[in-house]
Structures are given as C-alpha cells and as structure tokens.
C-alpha cells in the first residue's frame, strides 16, 4: 500500500532531518541511497506501507543515519554540499511556523521560538544514538563486554613505535570495521587497547569518521570479529580526562587561569595555564575545589549538538578538526563546566575518587605547566612513596621527617670526599710525570692507564713531562667498558695517529695543537694502540740515526 506519511522536515547546514509519524509499527526497513531512500514499516493492524522518496540533492549514505523511537522514525541525511539549501526547502516567511504533512512541505531552523526549541531538543539527542546498528553498547560493564561486529576492511601497513627512545618498524594490517568501542587517539587522550578475534589491537588511530585498527594478523573484510576492550586502560585515561576537565573549569573560575593544551602521559598528566606563574597557595585552593566537588558527587553529562546548534557558542572549546563530520559531543559537569570533547569520561566526579596537584613547571611562551594525577593513579603513587619512604628509613638509619636532612648531610660528605681525592689525583699525576723524567734512559714513548683517572689527571701528566720528543698515551676508566684517552706528543706524529687511536678503541675524538682525545668504546683494545705507537716510535728514530 503506498501513500503519503507524516513527517517533519528540517534543513540545516550540514544535515536534512526527517522524522516519520509511525506510531505502533513493526517490521521497519530504511534504505538510504545517493539520491533517493526508501521507507517501510507495517502499521498496527498489519497493514505495510510504503514509501520511495526521490530526494532534492545527493547526499551521503555512509554518513547517513537513522534512528527508531517510541513514536517516529528519524532520519539524518548529510548533505554533499554543504551550507547550500535544498529546493522547495528554503526560508520562506509566509509558510506556517511549524508543519507536519506531507513531503513537500519543509522546515528550518531560522527564528525558532523557544516552545520549538525545546521540542527540537529532542533530535539532539536522537543523534547521538543513531546507527545503522542502533546505539552503541552501555560503558558499564565493557570490562566483560564480548562486543561482535563485521570487518569492512583489511588493509597491509606498517606502524613505527618509539620504543626505549628509537624507532622500531611493525609491520601489520589496518582493519575498520562496522563498529567498534573502542576509541582512537584524540583529544590529547591515548588510544585504548583490547583484543580483536584474541589478536591484540596495537593502536587505534582516527582517519575522518573511521576508527583505524592496526593488528599483526590479516582478517577476512565482511567477517564478525569479537572486540575485548583493555578495561583498566580505559577508566584510567576516563579518570585522568575528566580530572583535567575538572581542574580546568576551576583553575579558569578561581584564577581566570586558560588552559591551552593538555597531555595524558603514563605516569602523570600535564595541563598548559596560560599564566606565567602559580603560586603555592593558588595550587592548595585549586586541589582543595576539586576534591570538594569530588566528595558532592557532581553528575557529567554527555551531551550532542548539531554543528549549527548556537548552543555550541556558549561552551569551551578551541575549535573542531578540519575533518570532523557528524554532531558535536558536549562533556557537561553540572553547574561548573560545559566543553566541547571526543573523549572517554565517568559519569560522577566521585569516579574520580582523589585528584592531587603534584607540582609546576615553566612552560612555553611565558606559561605554566600544572602536573596532576587522578583516581587510581593518586593511589599507585602513594604506594611507591611509601615504598621509597620504608627503604630511605631502613638505610640512613632515621625517621621519614629527618630523611632530607641526612641526605644533605650525606651529600656535603660526598662533596669533600670528592674534592680531596681530585687533589690527591693531581699530586698522584704529577709524582708520575717526575718519576718518568727522572729516570735513567728515558723512553720516547710513555703509556699509562688509570681506572679512576679523569681529563684532568691526564693533562697534568701532559703538561709536566712536555710533548715535544715524548708521545704520550694515556687512558682512565673502567676497562671493561667505556672510558677516556689522551693522545700528545709531536704534532705531526699527533695528527697522523690520533685517528687511528681512536679507530682502534672503537670511540671518536678530536685533535688540537699536538693533542688528540676523546671517548674510547673498548678500553679492552689499548695493548692494541701500544703496539702501534711502539712501532711507529721505533721508525722516527730508525730514520733519525
């Protein structure tokens, strides 16, 4: 049976909206296409009714959605060019200020009342919930969630993760799928981990609307796979997101403090003030205001707006990616923020649990840095503080409230002990030299290792034997691993050794009016560089005889 449905229209800058009349109906089919879509349903005696609707424009069905409730269907179709009205869809200050007809009726949203504003309130929220699928999966229980969805590609890559400080190169596949929870970097929050199939996702990365999956083995495209979501990841980063939000909105209420940027780091997290100092006592009345809301168990609300929605002008924000599409998602704590975010959130500061400031540091371009942790990660802390306090305790021999105070007492000590044993290195340094000088048939060519020597020890050496008929080669530190060597003597011998010295004891150094010295990788190889210097002493006085 085909015949005209109810419905409502609504064009906007980006989307056309569409809500069907259908209440008490079964069996639901939409399809949407470039330039058409086609609407089915049974009504409540059975009866199915039909619809084909040739559209005004070509849309787009990938970002298209639509969505069931209770007593409509709602349909959100985006537009290909946007900002650019449909046909017989334009403002016309003659029509009626709201109607509900047939399909070549329209409405838009210029000069809404406030009774409509409110009732368009609804859609607002029939956007975030719409999917080809139907809404995503609750946040509660994700930890045991066994979430199946179909794999719409599979592609080979390659993924370069610094690991210990150098790049290592992963070769993998990217896999998108139909749906997934788990989320892509973003926002200044990392990306979660979790098991595709028992295969473990290394990464999630955002490509426009897409989550990028990379994994070390190939899947099927159109196959169901099984997603695990690394829970405890994930309601650490929740914890740390939300409690940048929080300590936002107050450092910025209290102080007039902006933040310009933020970091979740592993250990702890960073947020940029745009101030160039914050006082002590600024910090203990921020940490004091979180934890108060904290403890007041202050609701977070996630909330979705069209990108046209003026609702979006009155929240914090620095702007949408430039490949952002679909509705824009509000992190709203009640009563003291409201922020534009794509992040993971908790849903009561008291999920929270503790938020504690830890310290400042200068930032970039006259600003400051503001170090944090929340949740869980308040409680790790304190239990290796406290694991460094019971060991401090048990080797310096004093209570928790004397631990600096020995320490600084330790470290004086150091200090002199440190000095006296420079000043007899250098008396050691220069009783070798005379003790070479003095000695009966004196060698042209002088070599000395040292274990706890320093340049400084070595050039006293230098200077007090001469380099003018002696060569000298000389070498401190462990000899088992790295150390320092010195090699002077006549500049030209110098210059043409020096590199080969240092060839020889794997290291790298640099020569200077009759000096070569540097760093020596294999303090092992040194009987090596004797040898050569023995030889190439014995050819200078060959040639001078």
């Not at 690991?163 to 998108?176: A, D, M, P, R, Y």
Request: glycine fraction near 6%; include cysteine.
């Amino acid at each position: 049976m085909r015949q005209h449905a109810k419905t409502l229209w609504f064009d906007r800058m980006k989307y056309v909206h569409m809500e069907f009349c259908v209440e008490e109906s079964t069996d639901v089919k939409v399809d949407i296409e470039d330039d058409r879509m086609v609407f089915s349903c049974k009504n409540e005696d059975g009866v199915e009714m039909y619809n084909e609707i040739i559209l005004y424009d070509l849309v787009q069905p990938k970002d298209s959605r639509e969505r069931r409730s209770d007593r409509s269907i709602t349909c959100f179709l985006r537009k290909r060019k946007e900002k650019v009205p449909w046909p017989r869809l334009t403002k016309d200050p003659n029509k009626p200020a709201w109607l509900s007809v047939d399909f070549d009726n329209w409405r838009d949203w210029a000069g809404e009342e406030e009774g409509e504003m409110a009732q368009a309130e609804e859609y607002m929220d029939l956007i975030n919930k719409a999917g080809e699928r139907g809404p995503p999966p609750s946040m509660d229980d994700l930890d045991d969630l066994d979430f199946t969805t179909t794999v719409v590609s599979c592609a080979p890559a390659e993924w370069k993760p610094d690991v210990g400080g150098k790049k290592e190169t992963l070769q993998g596949f990217n896999v998108v799928l139909k749906d997934t929870v788990l989320f892509p970097e973003g926002g200044g929050q990392p990306d979660d981990r979790g098991l595709m199939n028992d295969i473990p996702v290394l990464r999630v990365t955002r490509q426009g609307p897409e989550a990028v999956h990379f994994v070390q083995s190939p899947l099927e495209p159109g196959s169901e796979v099984h997603l695990k979501l690394d829970w405890e990841r994930r309601f650490d980063h929740m914890q740390q997101h939300s409690g940048q939000h929080l300590v936002t909105a107050i450092a910025d209420l209290m102080f007039g403090f902006k933040t310009t940027s933020w970091e979740l780091g592993r250990q702890r997290s960073v947020i940029e003030l745009d101030t160039p100092m914050l006082t002590a006592d600024q910090m203990v009345a921020i940490e004091a205001r979180v934890n108060e809301h904290i403890r007041l168990h202050v609701p977070v609300n996630v909330r979705v707006y069209s990108v046209e929605d003026p609702a979006i002008d009155s929240v914090r924000s620095r702007g949408l990616p430039d490949d952002h599409t679909g509705p824009v998602r509000i992190i709203d704590i009640e009563g003291i923020d409201a922020n534009m975010c794509c992040g993971t959130h908790v849903s009561n500061l008291s999920d929270l649990q503790v938020i504690k400031l830890l310290s400042t540091e200068k930032g970039k371009k006259n600003k400051t840095n503001l170090i944090f942790l929340a949740g869980d990660r308040v409680l790790n802390y304190v239990g290796r503080s406290h694991a460094v306090e019971k060991a401090l305790t048990s080797l310096l021999k004093t209570g928790p409230e004397e631990h600096a105070d020995a320490v600084e007492k330790l470290q004086k000590s150091a200090k002199q002990l440190q000095k006296n044993n420079l000043n007899l290195l250098r008396d050691l340094a220069v009783l070798i030299a005379q003790n070479f000088k003095s000695g009966a048939g004196k060698s042209r060519l002088f070599c000395l290792y040292r274990k706890d020597g320093d340049n400084e020890f070595m050039n006293i050496i230098v200077n007090e034997i001469g380099t003018e008929e002696t060569l000298l080669f000389l070498t401190v530190g462990d000899e088992k691993a790295a150390g320092l060597f010195l090699l002077a003597g006549p500049t030209e011998m110098v210059a043409k050794l020096g590199p080969r010295v240092a060839e020889l004891l794997e290291g790298k150094g640099a020569g200077k009016q009759g000096r070569f010295q540097g760093k020596a990788n294999k303090m092992s190889r040194r009987s090596e560089v004797e040898a050569l210097l023995q030889e190439s002493v014995s050819e200078l006085s060959t040639k001078e005889e």
